[in-house]
């Protein structure tokens, strides 16, 4: 079992940047996929990035490949999202997830375990 905290959301302007951290706790993590979801008052959570075990794989989604970049320390047992270039539709709060695959999913539902959220707000 593993479990997830975020951090590192806040207020920023359109164009700026942002990196959150996604803290988990157990020994277990370096065998975890993971993945960063978002989620936007009145909408679906979405799938971010995603990143495999040993984070030499990773995925993105289309509206914020070029932009986002997902990376983790397995050392630190933390995974990261650098978001740059943020747009204010970029706003929402922000999930870690685990997998214990060791893969990572687009669908929310392959994920066992989530962080409570960090909220990120991008002002135009």
């Known amino acids: 079992q593993v479990q997830l905290v975020e951090s590192g959301g806040g207020l920023v302007q359109a164009g700026g940047s942002l990196r959150l951290s996604c803290s988990a706790s157990?020994?277990?993590?370096?065998?975890?996929?993971m993945g960063w979801f978002r989620q936007a008052p009145g909408k679906e959570r979405e799938f971010v990035a995603g990143?495999?075990?040993?984070?030499?794989?990773?995925y993105y989604a289309d509206n914020v490949k070029g932009r986002f970049t997902i990376s983790r320390d397995n050392a630190k047992n933390t995974m990261y999202l650098q978001m740059n270039s943020l747009k204010p539709e970029d706003t929402a709060v922000y999930y870690c997830?685990?997998?214990?695959?060791?893969?990572?999913?687009?669908?929310?539902?392959?994920?066992?375990?989530w962080g409570q959220g960090t909220q990120v707000t991008v002002s135009s």
């Open positions: 997830a685990a997998s214990s695959s060791g893969y990572y999913y687009r669908h929310k539902g392959d994920y066992a375990y």
């Open positions: 157990g020994r277990t993590f370096s065998s975890y996929g």
């Open positions: 990143i495999r075990w040993s984070g030499g794989n990773t």
